[in-house]
């Protein structure tokens, strides 16, 4: 009888700051020179939507040391900080206020930044490296900081500063097997029995288009599963994970040691990675069972040590529940806005946008290509029966539900013209216990009522 394994994820999505970098890593894609650094004022436009979401983390994304560069220290001034580190306190305050977990994956930081985000700062990321590879031609020819002996001072640093922490394993870079096997023995010993690290992750190397490793080739699979073996052994009681661009190979090293999928940026994408699709946690599920693997979710601080700071207590509590309601439904519902109708994210959809007018009612205005059309000239009956049903949806999952579809009535009163201004609308009509009722209509412009819909939702 085959055992089943638990293999555990966290629901995350990544906003990036800045992509400006006083490094110039040769497998890197993510720096741009100039990259504008995002205002404060703005980032609650997107943190906003990885709440409603249900992310539970919010990977909060840099360059190395960006203030280096003039542009950023002028915007550092437009939003009145006086450093690169007060604007991420900031950062980390706004995400805790919309109930996301914040976790920097920002380069290197001073002791003393360190320190003044230990109190809001879910965790930090640290890169860990093998070898040097600063020679010419090497992936660290152009980088003034990447050292394998600053991963082990980053540790000390974010231990003395109270900052809880998860180590990336960065390789396939150039470095021997003996230099990755000597690492993870030599850091392991150091810090696996530390209670600020929270989980550990390979990142082996991925070639990327525009940078000058392009051409290099991954490292074989079998050295990847050989570093996963060396990291099992090293962190025996810790989650260890690979980043979710190498899911399709996932289930293959669950018997190396592998039990977690890490921060995987389901509800933004991956923007350090985009060439990668990150598949839905319904893909992941069904993948899994092909190894025997159960998923479960969970939060991305792992010790109590961790858990047990006063000024995450109430994103904490937050993010519980929304790990529980999902735990509840049995669903993975996530919100990764590329919805067929109203997802801004899905170039392929209709993106249509949705306008809430009071608790109960919202509404879209819409023109139907001829794309949409079944017979020539109407609108097709499935899209209008589409529309009924995500305008229902919406008023009732915009008044901070979750629900599913569970019977739709459509009547067609009139064909509708291609080309002509919709609007749609949904509105709530009552519920009962977890049942919710509402009522969608279509309508031409000079108000016209074109299709109707009444439908029950199961609430999530």
Known sequence: MQTTRSVSVVVSGTVVLTRSCREACAYCGFRRDDDPLVPLSRLGDQFAPLAKGRATEVVLAAGQSPAERPHVLMALARDKCTSFGEYLHQACRMALEHGLLPVLQVGWLTPLELKTLAPVAASVRI???????????????AARGRRPATAREAIEKAHQAGLPYHLDFLIGLGESAEERRRTVQEIGAFCAADPWLQDVRAVPFQPVPGTPFRARPPLPFDEVRAMIIELARAFPVHALSVPIHLFARYPELIGAGLNDLGSTPIVTGDPIMPTFPVPGLELVKSRLVEAAGAL????????????????????????????????????????????FVCGDHNPDGLQIAFRRHDA???????????????????????????????????????AGRQVVTADLRVRFLRPVPVGLPL????????????????????????????????????EC
């Open 127 to 141: 890169p860990v490296l093998a070898a040097p590879l600063d020679g010419e031609g090497q992936a660290h020819a």
């Open 360 to 398: 109960d009612t919202c509404t879209a205005t819409w023109v139907p290509g001829a794309a949409f059309q079944g017979y020539a000239g109407i609108v097709h009956g499935g899209l209008l029966s589409t529309l009924l049903d995500e305008a229902m949806a919406h008023c009732l999952n915009g």
């Open 296 to 339: 479960y979710e969970r939060l991305p601080l792992t010790t109590p040590v961790a858990v047990n700071r006063p000024g995450l207590a109430e994103a904490l509590s937050r993010a519980r529940d929304r790990l529980q309601a999902r735990a509840g439904s049995g669903l993975a519902l996530l919100d990764n806005r590329k919805c």
């Open 423 to 458: 609007t749609v609308t949904g509105t709530r009509t009552g519920h009962r216990q977890r049942i919710h009722f509402a009522r969608g209509t279509v309508t031409g412009p000079d108000g016209t009522l074109l299709a109707e819909a009444e439908g029950r939702f199961a």
